[in-house]
């Protein structure tokens, strides 16, 4: 039997306070959302100016980078027409996100979830979203 390290809701806080923190900075109000490994949903938040057009996505994001261990950007990028994973968008009940904005957490190697931005430029989610990250592997490595 193997022994994986598990997404906690004390990471989530950690993760949901650096990007807010991030979005903040960037002067761009966020819904901002955390799955663990199996891309479901631990935490959300929407920030008071948040695009309600932008839950459903933030939390698509989070879903994809989790269940699929890819970043969302990187699925954009092979999804095209003619692409390898063309057509994966309309997977997983609509789920399935290829928006940049969604990464993937991993600890040793080992998927422990996703987050998801949304509300801004894809480049200000992503940004946002690797706030989360880094902010999470900068707790496990203290």
């Known amino acids: 039997m193997r022994t ?6 004390d990471d ?11 979005a903040i900075e960037i002067g761009v109000d966020m819904d901002i959302a955390i799955t663990d490994d199996a891309g479901v949903l631990m935490m959300f938040h929407r920030m008071d100016n948040a695009r309600i057009t932008s839950v459903d996505i933030a939390i698509g994001k989070s879903f994809t980078a989790a269940a699929a261990r890819k970043s969302t950007r990187d699925y954009g990028k092979i ?17 399935f996100s290829i928006i940049a904005g969604g990464l993937p957490m991993y600890v040793d ?10 509300s801004g430029t894809p480049d200000q989610d992503e940004t946002v979203a690797q706030a989360g990250v880094d902010a999470l592997m900068s707790s496990l490595a203290s």
């Open 4 to 9: 994986v390290p598990k997404l906690t809701l």
């Open 12 to 22: 989530c806080h950690i993760i949901m306070k650096a990007a807010t923190e991030k």
């Open 79 to 95: 999804s095209q027409p003619e692409g390898p994973t063309f057509g994966i968008h309309a997977t997983n009940q609509g789920r």
């Open 109 to 118: 190697d080992i998927i422990v979830g996703g987050v998801g931005c949304s």
